[in-house]
């Protein structure tokens, strides 16, 4: 617990706790591509890509939600504000970001512009966000054909590439928010030019309300109109009335958000004001686009900047519901004040013996994660009827993606992987957000773990909805284990844990477990299945699709997921037992059944029908034929490093406080002599702790060895994905006259497979090291400093387990921190990025990263789960090997950090 007093943010987000003033009514909940998603594609084959692509966004009212550039909205996304920028050479308005779809990039959809999320506190009190904007003609052309043209084994064609920067010719557009109270924010935006000569830039900030009338009869027609002065009023019969106050003079321009049918469809507008009208006035030239009536659904203040070479140019703005001004001494001192709080904000959370560059590591990755929340809507028992699939309402076609999930009614802000190219939630990446939220934010992070098992989310069966392109498709299980962890936070920041939000949450995720059970354990013999568990193209074949030889995948991955997913819920369950005993039982059950999968990946004896292989001292997946014959698919893949982390201690005193349930697990033992060597209720480590794992000390040994040596999984950036055995020795299959092959691919998939745009053959993944590093803790905690192991393997160098989690740590974030050589690996040889004074600070979280050199690759704002490597900053900036081995009260001190 801290014993300072709560600092100005840490203030406001007591008031949102407490129900008081609303802090976060406002934010970033615009997603920043609408176009493509599953939500808008109405098309008869389900190509959401093609049904709504790039260019219809601007003509083409959406129906389920808003994007737009550097933006927020209210928290239900009535009213949005962003900005449009034109250079006076581009085709088209720039309201939105650009990138390629699916099928236009070589390696997947990819979104081809620079922007940077550089600063938000979690009530958004404060947030700044960079877009860099080309002098030149924005080279859309260039940039699809070029992709289409390279195949899967070129690299990506990036706007750098196009010269389009060349001579610095471009603008940095800062825009920054402040608010002076909750429902009153102000706005800064700040146009630099950073070339050497004068350049003019058309800004368009805009204001608009999402289009909820065209869809819903009867629905009221909100308005903005033009008042005396340079201000935009906007009535809305739930927002009430709203004024944006603009400084200087702009010109105003007015529309509606509605459908250009003419353009599109060659049929007639129902108004002759539509959605592209600012597009057809401002680059076309069409005066009589907008409305001069000065009143609509969509509005702008139109400013015409020129901007000397190296110089900028500001424009302020206030959204209020009084009229309040945009400029003067008052307007600053907001700035100045939530500058300075946002400051003393991230200072309290960041371990004072970090230097600069990792305090900016830290505050971007946290700035990423508070960006990157996006109120979103899906009701699909109405977007089923509106496709004539709704099996509840008369109609069923069961080509309709998602038709078995008509309960859903999705209508929240959501914490997204990336809001251009995942700009939908993915239950397993929000797990993992919570743990860099809950830096900043513990409420926000336990209200994302409880939605997903709301009624409206959590399908009748149990099952976690996946994501929107699939929602049965199943994800690993650490829901559990981010429930835990957040809960801990949660206790080490107040002194006591929120119970209640234990309770509820474990009241569902009993509902899951048990669909675990009862879908995902084909033979009942506790060996688990799940398809491609989120590590998409890992395996030899696509283990979500029929086997190209029958029978099915009995997957260490899988089973391993569940192991440790029985320890989580043991542990929720002794800390439910500690106030209520009757979660007893419910611990005592999980025990049970973690014995039982603990047994069934290793059973006594050698078995060619197991996943732990005794000659390779690994994991594998065990193919089972239809004629019964099974054998180990041997691919060294993070498939086989899973069970390592199925790992857990538990407090010193356990049997002395729950006796009854020793008893029941020491009589269970003497009736199963089997599973005796698996626990000893007894056995305590040498720090007094009994541990739960899959391996022993020996197994443990062996797994490390292979796991810690750089000629297999240890990478310069953190541990692969797949062993760099695989590069020389690929692993091959023959089956009816076709190959299938895994061989080491440090950097982009070589296949379509799971879209092609993510590879789990090679690179380093994130959140998989988080489960890692916690494992390493958790087993530190048990063996203490008498346990210690080569790293790197083969160097003669041994450390104890706390001190490779250290090093695993420090190599993640080394990705992203500068080097010796003022370098930062996360940008390979990008020489702007690495060079350049107005690109080297700026730092992207990519969606995972090269093997062999740390590079980035994938999505490039996949702040999400990648965010994490905040906390493993935090965690060893404060943490120390002796607070882990030093007991309070059962528990060791520093606990919270490591569940």
Known sequence: MSTKPPCAEQERLAE?????????????????????????????????????????????????????LGGISDAEQRLCFALALWNGRDPILKERLFGLTNSEGNHGEDVKEYYFYLDSTPTHSYMKFLYKYPQAAF????????????????????????????????????????????????VRVTVCNRGPDAASLHLLPTLWFRNTWTWRDAAERPLLSAADGAVIVARHADLGRLELVCDGAPEFLFTENETNDLRLWGTANASPYVKDAFHEYVVDGRREAVNPARSGTK?????????????????????????????????????????????????????DRLGEDEHRVIRQALAGMLWSKQYYYFDLDRWLSEHGSNPVRGAF??????????????????????????????????????????????????????????????????????????????????????????FSVDRGRTGRGDIDFLRRSFQMLLFNFNWWLNRKDPTGRSVFTGGFLGLDNIGVFDRSAPLPTGGHLEQADGTAWMALYCQNMLEIALELAAEDPEFEDLAYKFAEHFLWIANAMDRIGEHKDEMWDEADGFFYDV??????????????????????????????????RFPSLMKRLGDFLDRNPDLRRLLNPAAQGRTGRPLLSLLDESKLRRVLARMLDENE?????????????????????????????????????????????????????????????????????????????EFPTGSGRELTLFEVAHELSARLAGIFLRGPDGRRPVYGGSEKFQTDPHWRDLILFYEYFHGDNSAGIGASHQTGWTGVVARFMQLFGHLRAEDLLRIRDGRPVARYYVE
Not at 308 to 323: C, H, I, K, N, Y
Not at 647 to 652: K, L, N
Not at 744 to 762: I, Q, T, V
């Open 299 to 351: 509005a702008a203040a139109h400013y015409v900047l020129d901007v000397p070479a190296r110089g900028e140019r500001t424009v302020q703005l206030r959204l209020s519901p009084r009229l309040a001004p945009a400029s003067g001494p008052g307007f600053d001192r907001v700035f100045a004040d939530r500058i300075r709080e946002a400051d003393e904000f991230y200072d309290r959370i960041t371990p």
């Open 397 to 486: 076609t069961r080509r309709t993606r998602n038709v078995d999930w008509f309960h859903m009614r999705n209508s929240d802000v959501i914490s997204m992987p990336d809001k251009w190219e995942y700009p939908w939630y993915a239950a397993w990446d929000l797990a993992f957000h919570t743990l860099a939220l809950s830096m900043v934010d513990v409420d926000f992070a336990k209200e994302q773990l409880e939605l997903m098992l709301r009624e409206v989310y959590l399908h009748p069966s149990g099952q976690i909805p996946a994501y929107e392109w699939n929602f049965g498709d199943v994800n690993p299980p650490v829901h559990a284990w981010a429930t835990l962890f957040v």
């Open 713 to 789: 999984f240890l990478g310069p950036g953190g541990i692969r994905s797949l062993s760099r055995h695989h590069l020389d020795h690929p692993y091959v299959v023959h089956l009816d006259g076709q190959e299938y092959e895994v061989r080491y691919l440090p950097a982009e998939s070589d296949s379509g497979m799971f879209g092609g745009n993510s590879n789990w053959r090679g690179p380093v993944w994130m959140p998989v090291n988080a489960l890692i590093i916690r494992a390493l803790l958790q087993f530190y905690q048990y063996f203490g400093d008498g346990f210690r192991i």
């Open 139 to 186: 080279p859309y052309a260039d940039l699809v054909r070029e992709n289409w043209r390279r195949g899967r084994g070129a690299h990506e064609y990036e706007l750098l590439d196009t010269g389009v920067f060349g001579a610095d010719r471009y603008f940095d557009v800062f825009v920054e928010y402040a608010k002076a109270a909750p429902d009153d924010v102000l």
């Open 623 to 656: 193919l089972r034929l239809p004629d019964g014959r099974a054998t180990r698919v041997k691919v060294r893949s993070m498939v086989g490093l899973l069970p390592l982390c199925a790992a857990t201690v538990f407090p010193a005193d356990v049997a002395e």
């Open 16 to 68: 949102c706790s407490g129900k008081g003033a609303p802090w976060k009514q406002w934010g970033p909940y615009l997603s920043e591509r609408q176009w493509g998603t599953v939500r808008e594609d109405y098309s008869e084959d389900g190509n959401a890509w093609d049904y709504f692509p790039h260019d219809q966004a601007r003509s083409r009212a959406y129906r389920w939600g808003e994007d737009g």
